[in-house]
Every structure is written in C-alpha cells, then in structure tokens.
C-alpha cells in the first residue's frame, strides 16, 4: 500500500472538495490496492504519489487499464527529475503501451472546469521549501494520457507536489499560494473526472 503523505494529505483534500463544491466526499481517505483486483472500480477517481518509485507490476497494470477505460481517472503526483520521471514511464507504459503522454494545453478543459488555471507554477514539497529542486527537477509540466475520445484519463503533476501542498494546508510556515493552486487544481480535477 502506499501511503506517502497519508493521511493528512487526503484529509484536507476531501474538506477542501466538500467546501467548495456539491460533491458528496467522504470524510476518510479510502487506501486502494491495484493486486485487490475489483476494489478500484468501486472510486472514480484515484491518487498515486512518488510514482518516480512506483512499484507497478504488469498484473497490476491490466487492472488499472481496465478501471481507466472504464471511466475511472487517475492522477499521478509528486516525481521530479529525468530518474523518476523514466521510472513513471516505465510502469505507466505498462497500463497503456500505445498511448503517447501529452503535455496538456493552457485551454484544455481541466484547467477550466471550476477555476481558470492559466499560471500552473511550481509547487514544491514541504521538505524543499527554499532548498531548491528535488532531484534537480526544475519546472513544472502538466501532462496527461487521453482515451479515444480525448478524455484525460491520467493526469499527470511532474516536478510539483500537490499532496504536500494539500497536507500543509494549515501549516502556517508552507506558503498559502501553493496550498490553494494545488487545491484549485485538485478540484478541477476531480470535477473534471466526474463530469468528463
């Protein structure tokens, strides 16, 4: 199970998508496990992080292909870095060998489907506030894998940590605008996901 910034992370996330939208979230995060085989199906939408050290196996993969041509969506955080990122496309390529990564557009729908996001920064962990770049992964790129019909169905954060930014909500020392981008962003995301 992977539980990097669990279950803070999750906490503040699901109260920030209660308060600013009419979902109705859960209160609690819910773990899920790839090699469970039907317990992803049961989410809409799922979060990794770390994927730069993802352990995703081939049977896994095929599960997680399924779950996303199915509808479910799928956004991997937290990886910086030419190592982890090739570790990422590594596993990633596993669930879909054919579907080219993508870097998304400043106008496509994500970005815009609650807050305009026109200015995607940067987001640095907790940890590296001010020390500079994990694993000299410098600048943040939003990408994505799309079905056929153009639906992000993984969205990809690299060289940006929105789960640490999410965790350190109420940090008063972990800068507010980085919490509130990752949450906006978030947000588009998971409406993106239900609606999309």
Do not use: C
Request: hydrophobic content about 40%; cysteine-free; aromatic content about 14%.
């Amino acid at each position: 199970m992977w539980t990097q910034d669990y279950p803070r992370a999750d906490r503040h996330f699901s109260l920030a998508v209660r308060r600013l939208t009419r979902l109705s979230v859960r209160s609690v995060e819910q773990p899920v496990m790839l090699e469970d085989g039907d317990e992803a199906f049961n989410w809409p939408w799922l979060y990794a992080v770390q994927v730069g050290e993802w352990g995703l196996n081939e049977g896994e993969a095929r599960v997680m292909r399924e779950y996303l041509l199915r509808g479910g969506f799928f956004m991997a955080d937290d990886f910086h870095g030419i190592e982890e990122w090739n570790e990422f496309e590594k596993r990633i390529k596993f669930v879909f060998p054919d579907r080219p990564i993508e870097d998304l557009a400043d106008e496509d729908p994500i970005f815009h489907t609650v807050y305009d996001l026109n200015d995607k920064v940067q987001v640095p962990g907790q940890a590296h506030l001010g020390l500079g770049y994990k694993n000299n992964g410098i600048g943040a790129h939003w990408r994505g894998i799309k079905d056929d019909r153009g639906r992000i169905m993984v969205a990809i954060s690299y060289n940006s940590d929105l789960g640490d930014a999410w965790e350190y909500a109420d940090d008063p020392y972990y800068p507010e605008k980085f919490s509130g981008l990752a949450i906006r962003i978030g947000v588009n995301y998971v409406l993106y996901a239900m609606t999309h």
